[in-house]
C-alpha cells in the first residue's frame, strides 16, 4: 500500500488518534461493565489488560517493520497466503463491523437516554453518522489533523472536571482494595485485553505514518497516556458512586459531569462536557469507520476506498438499530470483548510464527549485516 509523503503523519497526531480512541471508553458503557466483575477493584482491568497485549502489539510491530509499506492485511495475505489470509482478514473485518455497530449504537443510546430522551433513536443515529461520514470522508491525514487540533480542548477539560468533582471522591470507597479478589481480576483483565484492540487494528494505518520510529512512539505514547486516563477516571467512578452503586449506573462519566460545579452560579456543566464527548466521538467513530472500510478494503482489492464509506453507514446504522435497549448492548458488548480477547491477540502471534518458520527475519537480519 503505497501512501505519498504529504499523506503521512507524525507523532503527535497519530498519539492523539490512539489516545482519543481508546480513551474514551472511560466514557462509555465500560466502567459498568467492568465493575459488574472487578466491582471497586475495576481500575485494576485496564493495566492488566494492556500488559497481556504488550506482546502482541510488539509482535505486530516486528511484522509491519519488516514487511515496510504493507499494511496488516497485506501483511496477512503474504504471510498466510491468499485462502488461509482471507479467512484471518474476514475474522478481522466481522470483528470491526460487529465493534462499529455495538459501539456507535451504545454512544446513540447515551445520547437519547442523557441528554436528548424525546428524539427518535433513528435520528439521532443518522445525525451521528453523517458527521462521522463527512469525516471519515477526509481521509486518514485529515482524521489525524483535526484529532491533533482539538486534542487540547478535548483532554483540558477532562483535567479540570476530576478537580471540579474533588470534594465528592471518597478515598476509603476504594478497600477492599482487591476487590472480588486478585484471581477473578486476573481474569477479568484477560477476558477484558480487547478494550485495547484497537491497537491491533492500528496495524492497518500503518503505511499512513512518517516512519517506523513515529509508529513506535506513538504507540508507546498513546498507549501509556491511554491507560493513565482509563486507571484515573476508574478510580473517580468508584470513589464517587461506590460498590455496588457503581453496577446499577449505566453511564458514570455523564453522571460524574453532573457533579461538576464552578461556584455557586455556574452549575449545569454537563452541557459543556456534552459537546466535547460529543466531537470526541465523531473523531473516534470516523477512525473506526476509516479502518473498517479500509479492511473490507484491502479483502476485495478495491482501490477507491472512500466510495464504500457511504454504503457503510447505511450498514453500520440499520444493524445498529437492532438492539432494543442498553442491557441488551451490555451483554452484547461483553460477549464481543470475551470473544475477541481470544482472537486479536493470537492472530500477530500466528503471522509471527509463520514468518519466522520461513525464515522472514533471517533474511532481514542477513540484508542488515551486508549492509
Request: hydrophobic content about 50%; some cysteine.
Amino acid at each position: 500500500m503505497h501512501i505519498q509523503d504529504r499523506e503521512k503523519v507524525g507523532t503527535r497526531e497519530f498519539s492523539a488518534i490512539i489516545i482519543i480512541t481508546i480513551a474514551s471508553k472511560f466514557s462509555d458503557i465500560t466502567p459498568t461493565m467492568l465493575a459488574q466483575a472487578g466491582e471497586n477493584a475495576s481500575w485494576m482491568i485496564p493495566i492488566i489488560s494492556l500488559l497481556i497485549m504488550i506482546v502482541p502489539l510488539y509482535v505486530t510491530f516486528l511484522l509491519l517493520r519488516h514487511y515496510k509499506d504493507k499494511n496488516l492485511i497485506e501483511v496477512t495475505m503474504t504471510v498466510l497466503g491468499k485462502p488461509l489470509g482471507l479467512l484471518i482478514t474476514l475474522v478481522l473485518f466481522l470483528t470491526s463491523f460487529a465493534a462499529n455497530v455495538i459501539d456507535t449504537r451504545g454512544y446513540i443510546e447515551i445520547i437519547g437516554t442523557m441528554y436528548y430522551p424525546n428524539s427518535p433513536v433513528f435520528l439521532i443515529y443518522i445525525v451521528f453518522m453523517i458527521g462521522t461520514f463527512s469525516l471519515a470522508k477526509q481521509g486518514f491525514t485529515g482524521i489525524a489533523r483535526v484529532s491533533w487540533s482539538l486534542f487540547p480542548y478535548l483532554k483540558i477539560p477532562l483535567a479540570l472536571l476530576l478537580f471540579l468533582v474533588s470534594d465528592d471522591l471518597i478515598f476509603s470507597r476504594l478497600f477492599p482494595f482487591l476487590g472480588p479478589g486478585i484471581e477473578t481480576i486476573a481474569k477479568e483483565g484477560f477476558l477484558k485485553n480487547s478494550i485495547y484492540g484497537e491497537l491491533i487494528f492500528f496495524g492497518m494505518i500503518y503505511p499512513y505514518i512518517r516512519n517506523v520510529n513515529s509508529y513506535k512512539r506513538s504507540m508507546i505514547i498513546g498507549s501509556s497516556i491511554t491507560l493513565f486516563e482509563l486507571v484515573i477516571y476508574y478510580l473517580a467512578f468508584n470513589m464517587l458512586f461506590d460498590f455496588p452503586t457503581i453496577k446499577q449506573v449505566t453511564y458514570p462519566f455523564h453522571e460524574l459531569t453532573r457533579y461538576a460545579t464552578i461556584g455557586d452560579y455556574v452549575t449545569n456543566t454537563e452541557t459543556v462536557y456534552f459537546a466535547f464527548w460529543l466531537l470526541g466521538s465523531v473523531i473516534k467513530y470516523a477512525v473506526y469507520l476509516f479502518i473498517l472500510v479500509l479492511i473490507f478494503a484491502s479483502m476485495c482489492n478495491i482501490k477507491d476506498y472512500k466510495k464504500l464509506l457511504p454504503l457503510f453507514s447505511v450498514l453500520v446504522i440499520g444493524v445498529g438499530l437492532i438492539p432494543e435497549n442498553s442491557v441488551e448492548l451490555l451483554k452484547m458488548r461483553e460477549l464481543l470483548l470475551n470473544t475477541v480477547a481470544f482472537i486479536l491477540p493470537a492472530i500477530p502471534l500466528l503471522l509471527w510464527s509463520v514468518a519466522k518458520m520461513r525464515g522472514e527475519f533471517k533474511r532481514e537480519e542477513k540484508n542488515n549485516r551486508s549492509i
